[in-house]
């Protein structure tokens, strides 16, 4: 069996991350990574405390919501509060940074931006990034595979089981593959 890459790993967990965000506007999420190792992550959202967009709407200033926290600034911030060096780690993030979010980046000193989907990536930011020597790598999430029909395989294979059971003469053999079918489906 082949193992999940790396980038696949953290690319995944940021997506997970993204699930809990409460500002509907969009959902990211960000993993900061150091060493292989996860230190931190986040999710677009509101301060602690505060109410959420996703109960009382967006607040809007500018075209923008003025109550969320962007998820890659959420996952520095939590780095802040328990006190976790950022100094060359790497952060996977489920959409390109805002610039604002690209300049937090670069001061923490994230070293290398790992990005799933492309989001008006903006120039200046692109040139900062240059600058600093920031490198950014576009990781599409592939490898992950989430069965949805689960469910629906499990009834069909117990229904052919139920079939080979009232036709078949080998008993040993259909207990042999009924308890194949058992471990497959963990039961
Ligand atoms: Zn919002
Ligand atoms: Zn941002």
Redesign the pocket.
Known sequence: MERISWNQYFMAQSYLLALRSTCTRLMVGATIVRDKRIIAGGYNGSVSGDVHCIDEGCYMIDGHCARTI?A??NALLQCAKFGVPTDGSEIYVTHF??L??CKQLIQAGIKKIYYAEDYNNHSYAMELLKKAGVETYNVVLTDLQIDQEYQEKEAYVDRLLQELETQTNDRSRYEMLKAEAAGLFHR
């Open positions: 962007h890659e600034a940074p805002c604002q979010c």
